[in-house]
Antibody, heavy 121, light 110 residues
Framework: QVHLVESGGGVVQPGRSLRLSCAASGFTFSSYAMYWVRQAPGKGLEWVTFISNDRSTKYYADSVKGRFTISGDNSKNTLYLQMNSLRVEDTAVYYC??????????????WGQGTLVTVSS | QSALTQPASVSGSPGQSITISCTGTSSDVGGYHYVSWYQQHPGKAPKLLIYEVSNRPSGVSNRFSGSKSGNTASLTISGLLAEDEADYYCSSYTSSITLVFGGGTKLTVL
């Protein structure tokens, strides 16, 4: 079955960097576009970034553009999110998600359990 | 990109039907047939309920249905069950090649 497991979260000071990983299993990773979505404590979902199945096309929310970079290693079945110049408002649970090949418009059919990133001095 | 507008909360009794609205603009909800709905229980990851406005993934109960009119999409849950108590989020693809979520709706089953 499809399994997505995020790791790399933790407490980091403002301005510092952190890299999240998402290990994928149970499906052909290279055939699917992937996403990162975050959720601040007690708040709603916020889309962060998208990467195409061949990992060549990437899109970002304005709130992270220029600071965050999504990448994927199809040989390792792993998705990454490099987060630089972190801000207090980046504090959230970060979920990786798989694009649903059943439909268009970026539906996310499988989600990881999330990893908490806390940005605080 | 502003979040889509959802009611903060809705409630209903077991067996009843409820509808959650999701209002956007012609640049997102109104411009595409690309609205999805998610259910999220406390402390859990979201679960896809509806994609492309009205399609259900395999395994999702047919008590969940979606529709759209103009810039507003709707999720209807019929035959409410206690287990339906959760937060619900809509999302839409946008003309800026981004994804935007609604603010979320807390469903209480009375």
């Amino acid at each position: 079955q499809v399994h997505l497991v995020e790791s790399g979260g933790g407490v980091v000071q403002p301005g510092r960097s952190l890299r999240l990983s998402c290990a994928a299993s149970g499906f052909t990773f290279s055939s699917y576009a992937m996403y990162w979505v975050r959720q601040a404590p007690g708040k709603g979902l916020e889309w962060v970034t998208f990467i195409s199945n061949d990992r060549s096309t990437k899109y970002y929310a304005d709130s992270v553009k220029g600071r965050f970079t999504i990448s994927g290693d199809n040989s390792k079945n792993t998705l990454y999110l490099q987060m630089n110049s972190l801000r207090v408002e980046d504090t959230a649970v970060y979920y990786c998600g798989r694009d649903s090949a059943s439909g268009s418009g970026w539906p996310i059919d499988y989600w990881g359990q999330g990893t908490l990133v806390t940005v605080s001095s | 990109q502003s979040a889509l507008t959802q009611p903060a909360s809705v409630s209903g009794s077991p067996g009843q039907s409820i509808t959650i609205s999701c209002t956007g603009t012609s640049s997102d909800v109104g411009g595409y047939h690309y609205v999805s709905w998610y259910q999220q229980h406390p402390g859990k990851a979201p679960k896809l309920l509806i994609y492309e406005v009205s399609n259900r993934p395999s395994g999702v109960s047919n008590r969940f249905s979606g529709s759209k009119s103009g810039n507003t999409a709707s999720l209807t849950i019929s035959g409410l069950l206690a287990e339906d108590e959760a937060d619900y989020y809509c999302s839409s693809y946008t003309s800026s090649i981004t994804l935007v979520f609604g603010g979320g709706t807390k469903l209480t089953v009375l």
